[in-house]
T-cell receptor
Framework: GQNIDQPTEMTATEGAIVQINCTYQ??????LFWYQQHAGEAPTFLSY??LDGLEEKGRFSSFLSRSKGYSYLLLKELQMKDSASYLC??????????WGAGTKLIIKP | EAQVTQNPRYLITVTGKKLTVTCSQN?????MSWYRQDPGLGLRQIYY???????DKGDVPEGYKVSRKEKRNFPLILESPSPNQTSLYFC?????????????????FGPGTRLTVL
């Protein structure tokens, strides 16, 4: 079956760095997305990776290893507004999106 | 402004009373979909549509209907709601990928509809 695993919850300190991991098993693979979702709000796009390696966008970076079925989202210089859930999603061989349950990130002062 | 709108944002109803949640996008997107989100389960796709008059079941279609008569609108219909359909619902749209199905471009989500069925 198809499966995406992410930690349920993580806690980090303001100003620090946090890495949120995502492992996936899907029928084929056409890329991986990361979305941010604040409580009660809609998800918003953060990144898309289809090739191995690290993509950096300001304070946020996303890494992909296709051979390991693994990705991570790296958040640097954490701010209180980064408190949110982070959703990992994969496009399978039929270009259907498979979503993880999300990781709730709590930032403490 | 590019956006996906949903109405209503909040709805409390009773078992068996038919309801419709509307979804509209102004980006001329071909691909639209409906999700429900429940604690600990993440986003689960209910139905999706790749163009006008083309709809397909997602992972959890039971108890729901959709229609796509116009490109911009994709209403979600609950003919006989039940308490297990209490959830947070999101509509999303995107351009259609060149290989069909969801695109590698971003999905734009509506603000969500919080539905409670008593």
């Amino acid at each position: 079956g198809q499966n995406i695993d992410q930690p349920t919850e993580m806690t980090a300190t303001e100003g620090a760095i946090v890495q949120i991991n995502c492992t996936y098993q899907t029928s084929g693979f056409n890329g991986l997305f990361w979305y941010q979702q604040h409580a009660g709000e809609a998800p918003t796009f953060l990144s898309y990776n289809v090739l191995d390696g690290l993509e950096e966008k300001g304070r946020f970076s996303s890494f992909l290893s296709r051979s390991k079925g693994y990705s991570y989202l790296l958040l640097k210089e954490l701010q209180m507004k980064d408190s949110a859930s982070y959703l990992c999603a994969c496009l399978d061989s039929n270009y259907q999106l498979i979503w993880g349950a999300g990781t709730k990130l709590i930032i403490k002062p | 402004e590019a956006q996906v709108t949903q109405n209503p944002r909040y709805l409390i109803t009773v078992t068996g009373k038919k309801l419709t949640v509307t979804c509209s996008q102004n980006m001329n997107h071909e691909y639209m979909s409906w999700y429900r989100q429940d604690p600990g389960l993440g986003l689960r796709q209910i139905y999706y549509s790749m163009n006008v008059e083309v709809t397909d079941k997602g992972d959890v279609p039971e108890g729901y209907k959709v229609s796509r008569k116009e490109k911009r609108n994709f209403p979600l219909i609950l003919e006989s709601p039940s308490p297990n359909q209490t959830s947070l619902y999101f509509c999303a749209s995107s351009s259609l990928g060149t290989s069909g199905g969801a695109t590698t471009d971003t999905q734009y989500f509506g603000p969500g509809t919080r539905l409670t069925v008593l």
